[in-house]
């Protein structure tokens, strides 16, 4: 089906309809249809086969440096170095955390990833474990998220008394830092699932004072293939520099929104076209979540979607969100949105979070609503530069960036925002 291309908000020599994108083979949601639920455990085992023996899981570290997977939780980390580094620390005793927290509230793609494919995400927390020499693999996944804490229930009993790795699972309180590295390791160490300001990093003293691997699901479902298939058929996927396939949540205005598997490169044209079409013209694209930034669509239209070209277009993948505004919603009431609920999400430790993040946020809400007092829009640009890293973790850095993309791209509705007005004052609510 071709796309309803947002024709007046796209660039002139923009194609007006985007073309499906070539047949590409799907890897981790290969298999049957998704519609049938849950892969069970023997039903992956005739699929993909046995993982490879032990010897051979433990130079998988090179393997996956070869490939180069990189993180798929957020900030795009090599997965082969992180592995390397707790290895160098390990003398068995290790863990491993298969964090599925997924507290990105409009990101779905990890919490599909549990449901649908359990064993891939046990297969990779395995091969980690063997990778670092780990003993324990606890698979934490954020408590919101039922369909996957059952699925990964069920997996890990038909696994439990077939693997050398003791596992278990342990639900992540709602939150959006829940899923932040050091508060994962708080959590499991004293159910307190805040950030820590520890010197030490997880990787160097976790979970019961031990090294410890924190790695997103995604990511360790990649690996699981991997181990199997070989860095040189990881490599086959990909358009640009990035290489392999990711999962990406698409949300807003189109007909089939939902979680996809793409190769890294695609464009939004074409993932629009996939999603089967605007179903209203597109204003905006909340790129890579909450943490990501937005981008106009004349900007981002037919850049790959591929982290190292976003980067240098100032955007980042992030967690693989594509979120769509419709062109009526307001744009400073969709980031007003986006940073209220990041204030309110503040782990509330440090001042420049609290204070800085709800000024922020207090700012951003008389703004929207049109009751703005001298100075707010200053204001706000000013605070975005000067908040950036001064928390204990980066809740705020994002927080500020996305406000600097939304100032940037919705420029001349913050200038009239100024003023007391707003061009969409009853369009649909974003963000
Ligand atoms: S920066 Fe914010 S979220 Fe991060 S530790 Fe400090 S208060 Fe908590």
Redesign the pocket.
């Known amino acids: 089906m071709l796309a309803t291309a947002p024709s007046a908000t796209i660039p002139a020599n923009a194609p007006q309809a985007a073309t499906l994108p070539p047949a590409f083979e799907p890897r981790l949601l290969a298999g049957q249809l998704l519609s049938a639920g849950p892969e069970s455990w023997e039903q992956h085992r005739s699929r993909l086969g046995e993982l490879p023996g032990a010897s051979a899981r433990r130079a998988i570290i090179a393997t996956i440096e070869r490939s180069g997977l990189i993180g798929r939780g957020g900030g795009g980390f090599p997965v082969g170095r992180k592995w390397r580094s707790v290895a160098e620390r390990s003398r068995r005793g290790a863990v491993v955390v298969a964090n599925g927290a997924e507290g990105e509230p409009r990101s779905a793609k990890d919490r599909a990833l549990m449901h649908l494919r359990p064993h891939l995400v046990i297969d990779g927390g395995l091969v980690a474990a063997q990778a670092i020499g780990a003993e324990e693999l606890v698979v934490y996944v954020g408590t919101e998220h039922q369909e996957a804490v059952r699925s990964m229930r069920r997996a890990i009993a038909e696994r439990a008394r077939r693997e050398l790795v003791a596992i278990r699972l342990v639900e992540a309180p709602r939150g959006y830092?829940s899923g932040e590295s050091t508060a994962v390791v708080h959590y499991l160490n004293a159910r307190d699932a805040?950030?820590t300001f520890a010197r030490e990093r997880p990787f160097e003293r976790g979970v019961g004072s031990r090294p410890t691997l924190v790695q997103n699901v995604e990511s360790l479902a990649h690996a699981a293939l991997i181990a199997r298939f070989g860095d040189a058929w990881y490599r086959q996927a990909g358009r640009c520099r990035t290489r392999g396939t990711a999962l990406v949540t698409v949300s807003g205005p189109v007909l089939a929104p939902g979680v996809r598997e793409i190769e890294y490169g695609l464009t939004l044209a074409e993932l629009l076209a996939m999603s089967g079409g605007a179903t209203a013209e597109i204003g905006a694209v909340l790129i890579g979540g909450y943490f990501g930034g937005w981008a106009s669509v004349e900007d981002l239209w037919e850049l790959p979607l591929d982290p190292i070209e976003l980067a240098e277009a100032q955007l980042g993948f992030g967690c693989g969100l594509i979120g769509l505004l419709d062109a009526e919603a307001c744009g400073v009431r969709a980031t007003a949105r986006i940073v209220g609920y990041m204030a309110a999400e503040?782990?509330?430790?440090?001042g420049p979070?609290?204070f800085g993040l709800g000024a922020m946020a207090t700012a951003l809400e008389r703004l929207a609503t049109c009751r703005p007092v001298p100075g707010d829009l200053e204001n706000l640009a000013r605070w975005s530069l000067q908040i950036s890293g001064r928390?204990?973790?980066h809740?705020?850095d994002g927080a500020a960036a996305l406000l600097t993309s939304g100032l940037r791209v919705f420029r001349d509705e913050f200038d009239r925002h100024q003023r007391g007005s707003c061009a969409h004052p009853t369009g649909p609510v974003g963000g």
């Open positions: 830092v805040r950030p503040s782990a509330r430790q440090c979070c609290i928390g204990a973790c809740h705020p």
